[in-house]
């Protein structure tokens, strides 16, 4: 990124550049897709959850059922707990 120097100021354009190269490198890395695809398999296990309680929402409860009898995502456990403040 260029920085000019005398005045210690970035322009604007410089920096809407360097972010959208950014923005490229990273639509183009693999990292996205794997994010949707696990997001997407998160989901439709945790969906089985819900149409099993004759449901047509999608609940938390499903998603804390689906991470305890899943071994993959068994990591997840916790993870949406609400910090504890202390």
């Known amino acids: 990124m260029y920085v000019d120097s005398f005045h210690g100021k970035v322009s604007i354009s410089t920096v809407e550049t360097e972010i959208d190269l950014g923005v490229q490198q990273f639509r183009n890395s693999p990292r996205p897709q794997a994010t949707e695809l696990f997001i997407s398999h ?3 296990q945790a969906y089985e959850y819900t149409v099993q309680g004759k449901r047509k929402t999608l609940q938390r409860r499903d998603i804390d059922a689906c991470l305890s ?5 068994t990591f997840l456990e916790g993870a949406l ?6």
């Not at 009898?69 to 995502?73: A, K």
């Not at 707990?81 to 202390?86: K, V």
């Open 81 to 86: 707990d609400p910090p504890h403040t202390g």
């Open 69 to 73: 009898s899943h071994d993959e995502l």
């Open 42 to 44: 998160l989901a439709r």
